[in-house]
């Protein structure tokens, strides 16, 4: 099942700098879409969503981007802290935010001081 | 902040043997969740549940499996006769209406 995708399985980027995660869609039913965060022995923790009537949601330091006609979604944080290191996962999910949740395989991000 | 608990953080359990997996979630949330992640790969969905009954489950969901809310504040996964492959990490969830879902800190079972 490959219907959620993340392509790259880590991410190192300097502290202060921006990191940019990337996921990729194949489902139209898809209309909302989340960005968990995990650190090791903890369950996922919600960041941010977007909806599929939106291009754009921004929280803090998090903004999602979604480009609906190439099925891809981008998370960029701004700027990266150390404490932002662990596995980021993409979700996302058919009518509204209740629907099952469809993760990508996630992508480690480590923060260098 | 409230949180989802669950418990116990690991369980090990020999092929064959019941297990039950417990799950608090927060206290006024109305829908239920349980995912797993075997190791190495992606989170998956197993079942959600909302007011008392199953509303969706995933293939992996099969007659071994079962949950249940037996009173007003737990939320259990069964596993009637595990087996090896159902060695992984289980995450219950929860979430108000039109709300993202927040996740337990999971309970890593290894069958054995």
């Known amino acids: 099942d490959q219907q959620v995708k993340q392509n790259s399985p880590s991410l190192s980027v300097q502290e202060g700098r921006i990191s940019i995660l990337n996921c990729d869609y194949t489902?139209?039913?898809?209309?909302?879409f989340l960005w968990y965060k995990k650190y090791p022995a903890e369950g996922p923790t919600f960041l941010i969503s977007?909806?599929?009537?939106?291009d754009k949601n921004e929280d803090g330091r998090f903004t999602v981007f979604l480009n609906k006609s190439a099925k891809h979604l981008s998370l960029h944080i701004v700027p990266s802290q150390p404490g932002d290191s662990a596995v980021y996962f993409c979700a996302a999910s058919g009518r509204n935010a209740g629907n099952m949740l469809t993760f990508g395989g996630g992508t480690r991000l480590m923060v260098k001081p | 902040e409230p949180e989802v608990t669950q418990t116990p953080s690991h369980q090990v359990t020999q092929m064959g043997q019941e297990v039950i997996l417990r799950c608090v979630p927060i206290s006024n949330h109305l829908y239920f969740y349980w995912y797993r992640q075997i190791l190495g790969q992606k989170v998956e969905f197993l079942v959600s549940?909302?007011?008392?009954?199953?509303?969706?489950k995933s293939e992996i969901f099969d007659d071994q499996f079962s949950v249940e809310r037996p009173d007003g504040s737990n939320f259990t996964l069964k596993i009637r006769s595990t087996k090896l492959e159902d060695s992984a990490m289980y995450f219950c969830a929860s979430r108000r209406e039109n709300s993202p879902l927040h996740f337990g800190n999971g309970t890593r079972l290894t069958v054995t």
């Open positions: 977007i909806s599929s009537i939106k």
């Open positions: 549940f909302y007011n008392n009954e199953i509303s969706e």
């Open positions: 489902n139209s039913m898809f209309d909302y």
